[in-house]
């Protein structure tokens, strides 16, 4: 079962720029993705990598401001934020899909393990 940590995330000024991570432990796994979920909204997709980083999705949302990343060797994925808006505040959650190593999707049910979430907070 492999479990995955999130940190990172915070409080920033609009325009501002913040990360967060997300550490697997207790096994390997292919693609990953981060979501976001803000007060009273569905969780939707931000951005999603294969396990070689061949395929990369972004939400258009997001698009030239975020970027996913993510080191195979340490087991950690990364998404760094630049130039946030107040609309970007939400709770963040890493997500991994066990055998899937090339495909890609935007649809939570792809996806088997979740991180614990992270409050990232935009202010005006």
């Known amino acids: 079962q492999v479990r995955l940590v999130q940190s990172g995330g915070g409080l920033v000024q609009a325009g501002g720029s913040l990360s967060v991570s997300c550490l697997a432990s207790?096994?390997?796994?292919?693609?990953s993705a981060w979501f976001r979920q803000a007060p009273g909204k569905e969780r939707e997709f931000v951005a999603g990598?294969?396990?070689?980083?061949?395929?990369?999705d972004y939400a258009y949302s997001v698009k030239g401001r975020f970027n996913i990343s993510r080191d195979n060797a340490a087991k950690t994925i990364y998404l760094q934020m630049n130039s946030l808006k107040p609309e970007d505040t939400a709770v963040y959650y890493c997500?991994?899909?066990?055998?899937?190593?090339?495909?890609?999707?935007?649809?939570?049910?792809?996806?088997?393990?979740w991180g614990q979430g992270t409050q990232v907070t935009v202010s005006s």
């Open positions: 990598m294969n396990w070689n980083g061949a395929n990369i």
């Open positions: 207790g096994g390997t796994f292919g693609t």
């Open positions: 997500a991994a899909a066990k055998y899937r190593l090339m495909e890609l999707r935007r649809t939570r049910d792809f996806y088997d393990f």
